[in-house]
């Protein structure tokens, strides 16, 4: 056993502080990002193919690096249409079909979605399970043209059968950018990205609907996890996802700032049309302060409404219920169930989480957001909000 006395930090831990900036306005900064991937090559495949790559040199992504979570209620082909179109990338959920996978990448039903976009902005979720290889394997036999990202995706990325997995898929398929995670240390990021992954995702147990720590006492905060993986990736020429823990489009910037080259969003993207999900109405009565008079003079309460969609961890009861025929006797729900606020469009969220990552942007001086965590200064802070007026419903 041993201790570290290091004081690691979550993104509740800090604040960005500001610095002279040359920019005049938000609308300067530019979001997008181009990234080359180190482990995929373009130019070489495991099958005969006649295709036509992107000559040497070229990025491999571009894009606005805003990554939608492999959950239900996130990870949809609904959403990955939508936020493709702003060049947003979406891990879709692992529970669709090999079927649903090949009929979504061949059929181009989005009239406003251009003829491969979904190839640059899309990618497929996958277990490691024989039974996942095989999935995929269905799928890019008929869809090869179309398929360019896979998220390897388990709760615990420090198991060797998931290293020798990404190091298996990588041989199998070098024209694939290769996602895997998630972990939360240096030593593993680097030994991820050694095996073949292009971007390793960070992050154990810091999502909204996460109780893995809870359950296990495992974790790391946030904010340090992306700081010290960051650096470890960049070290090698691979890139990482912050996964998990951002609540507010500050905390996207945050993590951006921190040396993330990819955010993931879970709860922050749910509770939309294009997540599906039952829509939930409760009625109640705000603390019972709100009266009005009837003719007969007599009061009574008023009563509103708010509508909800259910949202929940994909290692929780739940999850486990819909997708595995319940919880195996060997294992706890390390998830939670919740309802989340009707939130309609997803573009809505997505202009204000776009909004506030610009205008961190200008406070700190960068005019890219690549340059953001180059001209960051972290400040450690004991509060950071006024939360006397905070709105107890709408948590505004």
Request: aromatic share 10%; proline share 3%; hydrophobic share 35%.
């Amino acid at each position: 056993m041993r201790i570290e006395t290091e004081v690691k930090l979550d993104y509740t831990s800090v604040l960005l502080r500001p610095k002279r900036s040359t920019l005049g306005s938000r609308k300067e900064v530019d979001l997008e990002r181009g990234f080359t991937f180190r482990n995929y090559n373009p130019n070489k495949s495991s099958y005969p193919s006649s295709e036509t790559y992107a000559p040497e040199g070229t990025k491999h992504y571009n894009g606005i690096p805003l990554v939608a979570s492999n959950m239900d209620g996130v990870g949809t082909f609904e959403m990955a249409d939508k936020l493709a179109q702003q060049g947003i990338l979406t891990c879709l959920v692992k529970t669709y079909t090999s079927e649903e996978l090949i009929d979504y990448f061949q059929h181009n039903d989005n009239s406003e979605l251009a003829v491969g976009t979904r190839t640059m902005f899309v990618a497929i979720s996958i277990g490691i399970r024989d039974e996942d290889l095989l999935k995929f394997k269905d799928v890019y036999q008929y869809a090869k043209p179309y398929v360019k990202f896979v998220c390897i995706d388990v709760a615990n990325g420090y198991s060797e059968r998931f290293v020798e997995f990404v190091k298996q898929f990588r041989e199998l398929y070098p024209n694939v950018v290769i996602i895997a995670g998630n972990v939360v240390t240096a030593d593993q990021t680097q030994e991820l990205i050694l095996n073949g992954a292009d971007i390793v995702k960070v992050g154990i147990g810091p999502g909204s609907v996460c109780t893995t720590r809870l359950k296990t006492g495992v974790g790391y905060p946030q904010l340090s996890a992306v700081i010290e993986c960051a650096d470890a990736a960049h070290g090698l020429d691979g890139h990482i996802i912050a996964d998990g823990g951002c609540t507010c489009p500050g905390d996207v910037a945050k993590a951006f700032a921190g040396g993330a080259d990819f955010v993931m969003l879970g709860g922050m993207l749910a509770g939309h049309d294009e997540g599906g999900g039952e829509i939930v109405t409760k009625y109640f009565n705000p603390k019972g302060e709100h009266w009005f008079k009837k003719s007969d003079e007599t009061y009574h309460p008023v009563i509103t409404n708010k509508k909800f969609v259910e949202f929940y961890g994909m290692s929780s009861k739940t999850a486990n219920e819909k997708h595995f025929e319940g919880l195996k006797d060997y294992r706890s729900s390390e998830g939670r169930t919740v309802l989340v606020p009707y939130r309609g469009q997803v573009n809505n969220t997505i202009q204000d989480i776009l909004g506030g990552v610009r205008s961190a942007c200008t406070y700190v001086g960068a005019n890219r957001l690549k340059q953001i965590s180059k001209c960051a200064t972290f400040i450690i802070v004991n509060n950071q909000l006024n939360e006397v007026y905070k709105d107890t419903q709408t948590g505004e």
